[in-house]
């Protein structure tokens, strides 16, 4: 579970707020495994632990399901040519936490974003790449810098807790990628995990 350095607080002035596009599907179907996920979820979240304490205890709950073949429906895999998807899985009724599958055919990419709560991402199936990084406030133009790259693959969790939760998500595998996400926040009501898409000149590898 990694937690990247936190910006500063004059990040919020060079950032725009607006969500990464996504085809959004709400699910009613639940396996019987994602019921036992959900209920540890709930379980671990109840504790009312501080967000990164409860990322990485979510994260060990999370990772003791991923690659299993009963996790999801077949549904719940689907993609989009398009643009990844994101399949929302639970929403917990008192907006505490939710769990997103997202898909990923080959070649999708988010944008550069952060996030509105703490999260835990786990892969189910293939390989992920993301890039983190860190925002320089300089006078009179903003810019980031890339920090590190990191590829998780089937099994890999990681966990964030903003503030320093700046990155980039992509699936540069040559097949599907499926990852499950866990939000302190509910998504089915903010239609988005994202807090802040950040369009500003990038200092890459």
Known sequence: MTTP??????????????????ATA???????????????IRETVGRGLAPD??????????????????LLTP?????????????????????????????????Q????????????????QGTESERRYRLVPDVPTARLVATEDVV??????????PPGDIHRVRNACSSI???LHVYGADVSRLGSSVRRVYDLPADEF
């Open 5 to 22: 350095t936190a910006p500063p607080k004059t990040a919020t002035a060079t950032a725009t707020a607006t969500a990464t596009a996504t």
């Open 26 to 40: 709400t699910t009613t179907a639940t396996t019987a495994r994602l019921g036992r996920l959900v209920d540890e």
């Open 53 to 70: 304490a409860t990322a990485y205890l979510v994260g060990e709950r999370l990772a003791a399901h991923l690659g299993a073949p009963d």
């Open 75 to 107: 549904e719940q895999c689907e993609g989009d040519p398009d643009r990844y998807r994101q399949h929302i899985l639970h929403a917990e009724a008192d907006g505490s936490f939710s769990v997103v599958a997202l898909v990923w055919m080959p070649g």
């Open 109 to 124: 990419r988010t944008a550069i974003h952060d996030h509105v709560s703490w999260c835990v991402t786990g892969v189910h």
């Open 152 to 161: 998780n693959r089937q099994g890999d969790v990681c966990g964030f807790a």
């Open 177 to 179: 990628a499926i990852s």
